[in-house]
């Protein structure tokens, strides 16, 4: 993460970074803090499941099923806050309770204009929720290994610096760039129509900039030439749904 330019994370994203790593120098296990981070973000998952299947339909056993899963969750993150917190006189645990934010209620911290990319990988799928002031759809692309490597691939292409114009190496980025506009971005390109977009990424997407996926044909003569992403809407990161600052207070994309 830190190996981008700061400038291009939001400062939410940042906020996060210097959380752990404050919890890193109180030696918190990392075990516990990823262990927590993924039951907070199955937790979220579910209540945003949740609502939507109240929404579609009305089906008791699906819904109980949902809430038996979240109370499970509750139930582990607690019993993993309490192990913190009786072990450390720091208390490093994500303070988390049932009484969480609502679809309503993020949709409230929105404004007419912005709209939420929300990632979440299971097994072999990755759930991508698009949430604006008024609107919410969900959507299920495959997401297997050959993705991983591939992303991988995006990433460390990105990381090392380009010594001047590589023909092969530039069509190896824009093939790669396309396809994950295409994965990650097309599904919702419409609704998104050039508003300013807040990520909230998952997993391996955390180190994916999102700035540099392509739009469009892969053919080009210099990088400059690339129909990017960030050209056609601001993007910003949050870390989780739970966390998407009001409307005013969401940082200017650079």
Same mark, same amino acid.
């Given at each position: 993460?830190?190996s981008?330019?700061?400038?291009?994370? @939001?400062?939410?994203?940042?906020a996060?970074? !210097?959380?752990?790593?404050?919890?890193?120098?109180?030696?918190?296990?990392?075990?516990?803090?990823q262990?927590?981070?993924?039951?907070?973000?199955?937790?979220?998952?579910?209540?945003? @499941?949740?609502?939507?299947?109240?929404?579609? *339909?009305? !089906?008791?056993?699906?819904?109980?099923?949902?809430?038996?899963?979240?109370?499970?969750i509750? !139930?582990?993150?607690?019993? *993993?806050?309490k192990?913190?917190?009786?072990?450390?006189?720091? %208390?490093?645990?994500?303070?988390?309770?049932?009484?969480?934010?609502?679809?309503?209620? +993020?949709?409230?911290?929105? #404004?007419?204009?912005?709209?939420?990319l %929300?990632?979440?990988f299971?097994?072999?799928?990755?759930?991508?929720?698009? +949430? %604006?002031?008024?609107?919410?759809?969900?959507?299920t +692309?495959?997401?297997? %290994?050959?993705?991983?490597?591939?992303?991988?691939?995006?990433?460390?292409?990105?990381?090392?610096?380009?010594?001047?114009? #590589?023909?092969?190496?530039?069509?190896?980025?824009?093939?790669?760039?396309?396809?994950?506009?295409?994965?990650?971005i097309?599904?919702?390109?419409?609704?998104?129509?050039?508003?300013? *977009?807040?990520?909230?990424?998952?997993?391996?997407?955390?180190? *994916?900039?999102?700035?540099?996926?392509?739009?469009? @044909?892969?053919?080009?003569?210099?990088?400059? #030439?690339?129909?990017?992403?960030?050209? !056609?809407c601001?993007?910003?990161?949050?870390?989780?749904?739970?966390? +998407?600052?009001?409307?005013?207070?969401?940082?200017?994309?650079?």
């Amino acid at each position: 993460l830190v190996s981008f330019s700061q400038r291009e994370k @939001s400062f939410a994203l940042q906020a996060a970074i !210097n959380r752990r790593i404050e919890r890193l120098r109180h030696n918190i296990r990392p075990e516990w803090m990823q262990e927590e981070v993924r039951l907070v973000k199955e937790y979220s998952y579910l209540m945003a @499941s949740l609502q939507a299947k109240r929404q579609e *339909l009305h !089906n008791d056993s699906i819904i109980n099923l949902l809430l038996g899963k979240q109370k499970l969750i509750m !139930n582990q993150l607690d019993s *993993l806050q309490k192990k913190i917190k009786e072990q450390y006189r720091v %208390d490093g645990a994500v303070s988390h309770s049932q009484t969480t934010k609502t679809l309503k209620q +993020i949709q409230q911290k929105l #404004d007419a204009r912005q709209v939420v990319l %929300d990632y979440y990988f299971y097994d072999d799928e990755c759930t991508i929720t698009f +949430i %604006d002031h008024c609107e919410f759809k969900v959507a299920t +692309i495959q997401w297997k %290994d050959q993705d991983r490597e591939q992303l991988k691939l995006l990433i460390d292409e990105v990381r090392t610096p380009f010594m001047g114009l #590589d023909a092969g190496r530039m069509g190896r980025f824009s093939e790669l760039a396309v396809h994950f506009y295409q994965k990650l971005i097309l599904p919702f390109e419409s609704m998104i129509n050039h508003r300013p *977009l807040i990520i909230v990424p998952h997993r391996e997407l955390f180190f *994916l900039p999102f700035e540099v996926l392509i739009k469009g @044909s892969k053919e080009a003569v210099s990088f400059k #030439d690339f129909n990017y992403l960030v050209q !056609n809407c601001p993007i910003s990161y949050c870390t989780s749904l739970l966390l +998407i600052p009001e409307s005013h207070t969401v940082p200017l994309p650079v």
